[in-house]
């Protein structure tokens, strides 16, 4: 990863990222049978009838974003905890090349193929699916992740809002149209919630740079 490139994401307040923030909704005509989706397309989590077997974490459960990506800076917010309940411990959230979405298993989930994506897996922690894996441990869980797609950098960044820190970036080349990526996991009480564009929430006190980092090279 290029250093002026790091710094530019790891010196953006939670403002800046907002300036680049943009609506996303749930594409329905490609949703996971297994999943159940808001009215609105903006909140999604697993089905009452979905039995998950507990081998490991359900990587066929994806949704994918209504909006395709070719060039510029694009910003977006998912809530990952309700009010009086605890975050998620199970969620997938990235990109993924249009064209490659009937990938429904962990084989194909590849940066070669198509996806890049920052796993949380209950007790197993947080990893990507970068080659090699980068594996983190995020403390406090986050409840709030931003996502910076960088396309013309090729930088797919995520950050803990309520804490504004960055969390880690992935440096790959990205090609054609990329589409935004959701797995809301399975078991959890909180579903995963899109916040609203084009400012997600309300803009916080502070305007000191985001906080630590980690990278990742595919």
């Given at each position: ?7 530019v994401?790891?010196d ?7 300036q ?14 297994d999943?159940?989706v808001s009215?609105?397309c ?15 974490f359900?990587?066929?459960?994806c ?10 800076r ?6 990952l905890?309700?009010e009086n ?9 990235g ?10 298993d962990?084989s194909?989930?590849?940066p ?30 986050p409840?709030?992740?931003?996502v910076?797609?960088?396309?013309d950098?090729?930088?797919l960044?995520?950050?803990n809002?309520?804490?504004?820190k ?16 959701f ?10 919630k899109i916040?609203?564009g084009p ?19 595919t």
């Open positions: 990863m290029d250093t002026l490139g790091k710094k994401v790891e953006m307040t939670i403002e800046e990222l907002r680049h923030a943009v609506e996303i909704t749930i594409d329905r005509e490609r949703l996971h049978s999943l159940k009215q609105d903006k909140t999604v989590r697993d089905s009452a009838d979905y039995n998950h077997t507990g081998e490991g359900p990587y066929q459960l949704a994918f974003g209504a909006q395709r990506f070719s060039s510029g694009h910003y977006w917010e998912v809530e905890a309700q309940t605890p975050p998620k411990n199970y969620w997938l959230i990109v993924m090349k249009d064209g490659n979405l009937t990938a429904r962990r194909a989930l590849t070669s193929a198509g996806s890049w994506f920052l796993c949380s897996d209950g007790p197993n922690g947080f990893h990507t699916n970068t080659d090699p894996s980068v594996k983190l441990s995020l403390t406090p869980r409840e709030r992740l931003g910076l797609l960088n396309y950098e090729g930088q960044s995520f950050y809002v309520k804490e504004r960055h969390l880690l970036t992935i440096s790959s080349r990205f090609s054609g149209s990329i589409v935004p990526l797995n809301p996991g399975a078991g959890d009480l909180s579903p995963l916040m609203d400012n997600p929430v309300e803009q916080a006190e502070s305007s000191q740079p985001l906080l630590s980092n980690n990278s990742a090279d």
